[in-house]
T-cell receptor, first 114, second 114 residues
Framework: NAGVMQNPRHLVRRRGQEARLRCSPMKGHSHVYWYRQLPEEGLKFMVYLQKENIIDESGMPKERFSAEFPKEGPSILRIQQVVRGDSAAYFC????????????FGSGTRLTVV | AQSVTQLDSQVPVFEEAPVELRCNYSSSVSVYLFWYVQYPNQGLQLLLKYLSGSTLVKGINGFEAEFNKSQTSFHLRKPSVHISDTAEYFCAAILTGGGNKLTFGTGTQLKVEL
């Protein structure tokens, strides 16, 4: 069991480019959560997805950010037209289902915008 | 709004000494509470969680925490720390009935010195 896999581990993008962050949940987990960690801060919730459904996106910025969790393949967090303020560590967590609080976190993707 | 407060941003302690990392939450209803550890450039690892039952929760690596409803606290303790415990520790909460998202504190950097 490989756990929650995130890739890439490190991503460098120039201002204005697009960033795509991938998350493969643990085997048997159908719920995925994305969190962002800014320097010197705790993790902030962004979005909660099930397969093909967005359950809660209350933490997502209104523009440039989107997330999906297709029927097949990993969950994708997409950031369009990146700006320096998007530089952060992005963590994905998965769980077996709603009301099951056995979250497992990935190692994160560290995005640097230059 | 629900919040989680970690009162100490840094806690220095000598090896083999006891340590307590403080966490308070603001909520008038039931909560689920968690402690995570983050080693440099890694993801979050669950130390322990309180969902219900005994208020004293034992976790991995010799850590334990006590849920105190009257003081709305969930402090993390270890009777004797080791150099390898040097890491960032995050307290987190889920408000029952309010969805599955974790709300994190800002973290406490534990630095164990010889």
């Amino acid at each position: 069991n490989a756990g929650v896999m995130q890739n890439p581990r490190h991503l460098v993008r120039r201002r204005g480019q697009e960033a795509r962050l991938r998350c493969s949940p643990m085997k048997g987990h159908s719920h995925v959560y994305w969190y962002r960690q800014l320097p010197e801060e705790g993790l902030k919730f962004m979005v909660y997805l099930q397969k093909e459904n967005i359950i809660d996106e209350s933490g997502m910025p209104k523009e440039r950010f989107s997330a999906e969790f297709p029927k097949e393949g990993p969950s994708i967090l997409r950031i369009q037209q990146v700006v320096r303020g998007d530089s952060a560590a992005y963590f994905c967590a998965s769980s077996p289902g709603m009301d099951n609080y056995g979250y497992t976190f990935g190692s994160g993707t560290r995005l640097t915008v230059v | 709004a629900q919040s989680v407060t970690q009162l100490d941003s840094q806690v220095p302690v000598f090896e083999e000494a006891p340590v307590e990392l403080r966490c308070n939450y603001s909520s008038s209803v039931s909560v689920y509470l968690f402690w995570y550890v983050q080693y440099p450039n890694q993801g979050l690892q669950l130390l322990l969680k309180y969902l219900s039952g005994s208020t004293l929760v034992k976790g991995i690596n010799g850590f334990e925490a006590e849920f105190n409803k009257s003081q709305t606290s969930f402090h993390l303790r270890k009777p004797s720390v080791h150099i390898s415990d040097t890491a960032e520790y995050f307290c987190a909460a889920i408000l029952t009935g309010g969805g599955n998202k974790l709300t994190f504190g800002t973290g406490t950097q534990l630095k164990v010195e010889l």
